[in-house]
Structures are given as structure tokens and as C-alpha cells.
């Protein structure tokens, strides 16, 4: 297991999301574009795996950041497919 204390380098969304895909990412030290909370400009992840996980890595940083917040760099989940409807004959 990776050191609880070690974060990255500023990184950019999109950076993320190429060094970790399809994993849950905590951030901390976001440098927000507005105060409309709008897409970041860099933060630091300082955790990443499940989403269990990534915040057990987070943890020990809460007291010198808050909040932090896991985001997945994932697409959105796939949908379970749809039942066919059920059908009665007499």
C-alpha cells in the first residue's frame, strides 16, 4: 500500500483521469477556475483505487484539508439492462 501522506503534483482533470482511469480519486487543494465551482484548474490526488479506498489513503490529510472528495474518472456507470416485459398467456 502506497504511504497515506504522499499526494501528486498539481494535476489537471484531464491528466487524472489519463493516469487513473476507471478509479475513484480523492482531491484535495483544488484551485478552482471560479467561485461557481466550475471545472478545477489543478489539485492534488491524494488517493486512488475503489472508492473505499481512496479515502482510507485521504484520511490521515483531512485535518490540513477539507473537504475532500472522491471523484471517479470513469465514464457514468453502465446501466443494468432492462427485463423484457413479462408476458401472460391464457
Do not use: N
Not at 486512488?48 to 481512496?54: I, P, V, Y
Amino acid at each position: 500500500m502506497r504511504d497515506a501522506w504522499t499526494v501528486s503534483e498539481p494535476t489537471t482533470w484531464r491528466e487524472i483521469c489519463a493516469r487513473f482511469p476507471d478509479q475513484w480519486i480523492a482531491l484535495v487543494a483544488l484551485d478552482w477556475r471560479d467561485d461557481h465551482d466550475r471545472p478545477f484548474r489543478t489539485a492534488l490526488v491524494a488517493g486512488h483505487g475503489s472508492r473505499r479506498e481512496a479515502l482510507a489513503q485521504a484520511r490521515p490529510l483531512l485535518k490540513l484539508f477539507a473537504p475532500i472528495g472522491p471523484l471517479f474518472t470513469g465514464g457514468a456507470p453502465v446501466a443494468a439492462p432492462a427485463l423484457p416485459p413479462i408476458v401472460y398467456v391464457a
